[in-house]
C-alpha cells in the first residue's frame, strides 16, 4: 500500500515548468519501480517457503503432512497474487529494468510450477 501511495503522490506533484515535469517524471518512475519491487519480493518469499515445504516431505509427523500442502497452496497462490501486481506495472517501467524483472518472473513462475506440483504429489503420496 506504501508503495502505492508513493505513486499517487508523485502523479500529484506539479508539472508546470521544465523542472517540476522531470522531477515529476523521476518521481513516478522511482515510485512505479517500488510499485513492482515489493510484490516480486513477495514472489521470492513465496517460492523461499514452498522451497522449505518440499524438504520437509518425508521428514514431518504423518499426521501433520496435510499442513504442507496447505502451507504450498497459500504461498503459491500468494506467489500468483503478487505476480499480478509485477506484471501490471511492467509496460511503465524502463526497457532494461522491465526485461530484468521479466526474466526474474519467468525464472520464479517455472520454478513454482514444478515445486507445487512435486509438493502437492508428494503430500498425496504421504496422506
Do not use: W
Request: net charge positive.
Amino acid at each position: 500500500m506504501k508503495a502505492y501511495q508513493s505513486y499517487v503522490q508523485a502523479r500529484n506533484l506539479p508539472k508546470n515548468t521544465a523542472g517540476e515535469k522531470e522531477a515529476r517524471k523521476q518521481a513516478i518512475n522511482k515510485a512505479i519501480l517500488k510499485a513492482t519491487q515489493v510484490p516480486l519480493q513477495v514472489m521470492e518469499k513465496s517460492l523461499r517457503v514452498l522451497e522449505l515445504n518440499k524438504a520437509l516431505l518425508g521428514k514431518s509427523n504423518p499426521y501433520l503432512v496435510s499442513d504442507i500442502g496447505v502451507s504450498a497452496e497459500f504461498a503459491h497462490a500468494s506467489l500468483n497474487s503478487a505476480c499480478f501486481n509485477v506484471e501490471i506495472n511492467l509496460p511503465y517501467l524502463q526497457e532494461a529494468t522491465r526485461r530484468e524483472i521479466e526474466e526474474k518472473v519467468r525464472f520464479i513462475r517455472g520454478k513454482d510450477s514444478s515445486l507445487y506440483e512435486e509438493i502437492i504429489s508428494g503430500v498425496r503420496r504421504e496422506s
